[in-house]
């Protein structure tokens, strides 16, 4: 009788690093999606979250027209310039105090959570100041509406940025530059629908309490269709990283949720509560550069002259009155 030798056992493979990713991609099959519908997915959603991101931009600078506010302000209000500045002084505060929060908002539940949290900002802000106008309440209730009218400016806008810098790593520079240029236009085709829609012909008086009114609306929607829209898509390394099958958008698995990846419930876990810590190394590395102070500062000194300006400045009047 011959025996047969046992086969040598095969030689020891080192991990791919690939392997997840391919376990990504066939696993995929059992969902009903092929590699390529993924990649289709991925462009879409991407895109479509590059789109909303510029609507949010592109309707969020509603504070930069408090120029056309403020004459109005003082003729049917009362209001001293000193008073209209205030208010427009607590709009600011408003727009730049809580960015750090807004921050770790973004990153720890999402933009499109920001976006929705604006459209709580803007919805009650402007309706409290169409009252404040309507029914010529005491001026301290205008100044409380206007703190709100500026954290929903820069929630908004934060929102549409952030989205766009965290989906286009590799182009990161044009990215940004597209909804930050809407924001700079905001104001632009927001001022031109103003005068057109809510100015009398005759007169060229504002009709403030509707513009806030229509602003109350619009906003509430526009923060709305941010909430469903605004996406941020996880890159194939982290999807490989992390050993997810499905979730290709960041956020899309809660930490006690059953995870269809090769690398364990607990690493998987593990991964996803410290993904988001309040400080974290990059953070520390930002604070302790010599040269974000430098930055800062010159931030700090060219907006002031500019706000200063925009506080201040006087619209000319209608044609249609000249």
Not at 78 to 103: D, H, R, T
Not at 107 to 127: E, H, I, M, N, R
Not at 251 to 267: K, L, N
Request: proline share 7%; net charge neutral; hydrophobic share 40%.
């Amino acid at each position: 009788m011959t025996h047969t030798s046992p086969p040598p056992p095969s030689p020891a493979r080192s991990p791919d690093p690939d392997d997840k990713l391919h376990t990504v991609s066939a696993s995929s099959a059992d969902f009903g999606c092929t590699n390529s519908s993924l990649d289709w997915k991925r462009v879409s959603i991407k895109w479509t979250s590059f789109a909303c991101a510029t609507v949010n931009c592109l309707c969020a600078g509603s504070i930069l027209l408090f120029s056309l506010w403020a004459p109005v302000f003082q003729q049917k209000l009362g209001y001293s310039q000193m008073q209209v500045n205030a208010i427009s002084i607590a709009g600011e505060l408003g727009m730049y105090l809580p960015v750090p929060v807004f921050g770790y908002i973004c990153d720890a539940y999402g933009p499109a959570k920001l976006s929705l949290l604006s459209a709580t900002f803007f919805g009650p802000a402007y309706l409290l100041a169409s009252h404040t106008f309507a029914n010529q309440l005491p001026y301290p209730v205008m100044v409380l509406a206007f703190v709100f009218v500026g954290m929903g400016t820069s929630s908004m806008y934060f929102a549409g940025v952030t989205t766009c810098a965290k989906n286009f790593t590799d182009n990161r520079g044009l990215a940004l530059s597209l909804p930050i240029a809407a924001f700079g236009l905001s104001s632009l085709w927001q001022s031109q629908v103003v005068s057109r829609v809510f100015t009398n012909k005759t007169t060229g008086e504002l009709a403030i309490p509707r513009i806030f009114l229509a602003y109350s609306t619009f906003l509430v929607v526009i923060g709305i269709l941010g909430a469903l829209g605004l996406k941020v898509i996880k890159s194939r390394e982290e999807i490989s990283r992390t050993g997810e099958r499905e979730s290709l958008l960041e956020g899309g698995q809660s930490p006690g949720s059953q995870s269809y990846g090769t690398t364990g419930h607990e690493a998987v876990d593990e991964e996803v509560s410290g993904e988001h810590p309040f400080i974290n190394k990059a953070t520390r590395e930002f604070f302790t550069d010599s040269t974000m102070w430098f930055f800062a500062a010159g931030v700090f000194l060219v907006t002031g002259p500019g706000e200063a300006f925009i506080n201040n400045a006087r619209p000319p009047p209608p044609l249609w009155t000249q």
